[in-house]
């Protein structure tokens, strides 16, 4: 009797252990291979509706998309894209303004690189030999970034045509598993002609031309039907500005087209730009930073 309840306890230890060990080993599994996160600073949702934007637009009919995600406030370029970033909020990360280059609050979590930890740095420590790359029209993107494991960091002082030209560039022939590409307009023309004026619908006919760019690159390269693109914008603007709390500045787009993304779907629960960043660790299979506070759009999702 005493043997037969010490081998029944036994069993139990021993089957509990491997359903454990069978809980430890599934992972996340990715939805593609290749993410592509394509920023046009300052394209705010009002603008959609009346923009000439056909290839956009082509884009939107095939993507999950809401024209209602929230910047995080201020309505600013540095702290919005460090919360997509960081999948976090400017208290959290500590870059609160626009033109943040160290953090004005202490980052509540540090990484092993020295900052508060990016989608780069869960890409470096979860998918070891993966490429990662970012290519910027204004230097303002790299310093809240660990430049020091981005393995392709193109700055192109504000030469927009040169960001898409670079970022197609580096999708045909490095094939990251992670790019970020930030263009600076139209949030030049914002500031410059003002945001709702003739001269900024035609900065986004230029604005479309270029993502046209990055798309071909991905059809080029070979590989769209392992590649989700994700088109964003930090924030909007009203007059010759934003940073303030009008829905003009902090009504922005997200459009997400690749596999197991839904397919012309109009995304209604809540989103907030730092949202993203938790999101495209989902669809890469790799965990979220424990810091972060970001949830996945899983809405946008077949599954
Ligand atoms: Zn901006």
Redesign the pocket.
Known sequence: MKHTLLFTMLVFVLTGCQQVKEVEDVKIKPLAEHVVMIGF??MGSYSYDKAEMPVLKDFASKSAWTLDSRSVLPS???V??ASMLMSSSPSMHGYTE?GSKVPEIPSIAISQFGKFPSIYTQIEEQLPGAKTAVVYS?DGIIHFLEDQIIDINICTKEDEDLTAQKAAETILNEKPTFTFVHFDEP?GVGHGAGHDTPEFYEELKKVDLRLNTILQAVKDAGIEDKTIVIVV???GGIDKG?GGKTMEEVRIPIFIKGPGIKVNYNIKSPVIDYDYGATIARMLGIEAHPAWRGKIIEEAFVE
Do not use: K, T, V
């Open positions: 600073d300052a600013s370029s540095a919005n894209w626009w204004w949030d914008a930090d924030h934003h």
